[in-house]
Structure formats: C-alpha cells, structure tokens
Antibody, heavy 121, light 114 residues
Framework: QVTLRESGPALVKPTQTLTLTCTFS??????????VSWIRQPPGKALEWLAL???????YYSTSLKTRLTISKDTSKNQVVLTMTNMDPVDTATYYC?????????????WGQGTLVTVSS | DVVMTQSPLSLPVTLGQPASISCRSS???????????LNWFQQRPGQSPRRLIY???NRDSGVPDRFSGSGSGTDFTLKISRVEAEDVGVYYC???????????FGGGTKVEIK
C-alpha cells in the first residue's frame, strides 16, 4: 500500500526558509522509474507543480520558482525534502507531495494529504 | 510554457444527468513516442487530488466507469455519464508531455449539484 505524508511548519514568517518533508511507504525511491514531486495549492486556487526528484537523483524545478527551491531525498529514510527560501505571503498554500512512475510517464498516481503553510508576520 | 485552459469554470449539474469538461492545451500533447500524456484529477471538498484518468482515456483502478476521457492533440474532454452526489468537487487536467521543464495543470472546473 502506497502512502505519502507531508510534514513541516504551519506558520512561517516572511523572508524565512520553509522546509517540508514527505515521508512515504509502499515504494522505494531507489527503484528505477520512481519519482516524487511537490505540488502546491493556494487557498481556493489551482494546483501548481513545484519540483520533482527521480530515482537517479535528477532534480527538476518549476522555472518560475527555480531560484528558491531545493529538492533532495534520503532513500534510507524514505523521505523527500523541499526547501523554499525567502517566503512571502503569496506562498501561503497547501503543499502536497505525490508519486510518479516516471519510467512509464505516469504522473501523480498517489498523493499525500497535504500540509497547509501560512506565511505571515 | 504550455498553457492548459479548462472550461467551464463552474458546472452546475442535475443528479443523474451527464456532465462534460473541456481542456485545451496551447501546444499539441502528442509526444515523440506517440503517446499523449494528458491526465484528469478530481479534488473533492477538503480532500487531496485523486487521479481519475491517465494518458487521455485510461481509468485508474477503482474509478467508476461513468467517468471517461477522450480527445487528441490539443483538445480533451472529461465526461461523467450520470452525475452522482459524490462527484461534487473540482476537476483538473494536467499535461506531462512537455516535460521537462514543467508539469502543467489547468485552472480547474468546479462541478456542483443544481
């Protein structure tokens, strides 16, 4: 059974760095073809893909946020970490992690429950 | 970047009646391998998104057969043959063809009961 769970602070201040962790089970990121992405959703708005890391440790970022994002993985802990620098109130959103079967180009077949991050002083 | 445009933004539907959601991409979604990487997701109120359809028309496991996807090139449609109360939510299309650099979602269509 595949599960993903996001964790991190519920509140960050403007200019701070956000660190989110996705802890997953039911698959391994060392398996060829496996990928994990971060996706966010501001309240009442649409989904926005942020970053992806694959089994081979290749990393991909949204072009509009590339300078602020870092994605990494700890295969032994079954975790993927996203950091976002210089947080702003417009970054207030629910942040999701989701699995992809990149080897088959099948995206986001499993999602976490999401974690709401509010940016406010 | 590829832009995904959904219509309508809101879709009031009578229970038991059909519903249809359109998704158009700014570029063809046919990949060099011949596949078209267009997915549909459902997000019920207060829940995470759930994938319903992948590669245009393939239903995910457990998805009722009243959901169907169709289309080609730049024009795609999600159809619900007979809307049920549990189908209320926001539906998103998403392209994975023009990757990298970006996986792109549409703006969403809200399905509600009249």
């Amino acid at each position: 059974q595949v599960t993903l769970r996001e964790s991190g602070p519920a509140l960050v201040k403007p200019t701070q760095t956000l660190t989110l962790t996705c802890t997953f089970s039911g698959f391994s990121l060392s398996t060829s073809g496996m990928c994990v992405s971060w996706i966010r959703q501001p309240p009442g708005k649409a989904l926005e893909w942020l970053a992806l890391i694959d089994w081979d440790d290749d990393k991909y970022y949204s072009t509009s946020l590339k300078t602020r994002l870092t994605i990494s993985k700890d295969t032994s802990k079954n975790q993927v970490v996203l950091t976002m620098t210089n947080m702003d109130p417009v970054d207030t959103a629910t942040y999701y992690c989701a699995r992809s079967l990149c080897g088959d180009s099948e995206d986001f077949d499993y999602w976490g429950q999401g974690t709401l991050v509010t940016v406010s002083s | 970047d590829v832009v995904m445009t959904q219509s309508p933004l809101s879709l009031p539907v009578t229970l038991g009646q059909p519903a249809s959601i359109s998704c158009r991409s700014s570029q063809s979604l046919v990949y060099s391998d011949g596949n078209t990487y267009l997915n549909w997701f459902q997000q019920r109120p207060g829940q995470s998104p759930r994938r319903l359809i992948y590669k245009v028309s393939n239903r995910d496991s457990g998805v009722p057969d009243r959901f169907s996807g169709s289309g080609s090139g730049t024009d795609f449609t999600l159809k619900i043959s007979r809307v049920e109360a549990e189908d209320v939510g926001v539906y998103y299309c998403m392209q994975g063809t023009h990757w990298p650099p970006k996986l792109t979602f549409g703006g969403g269509t809200k399905v509600e009961i009249k």
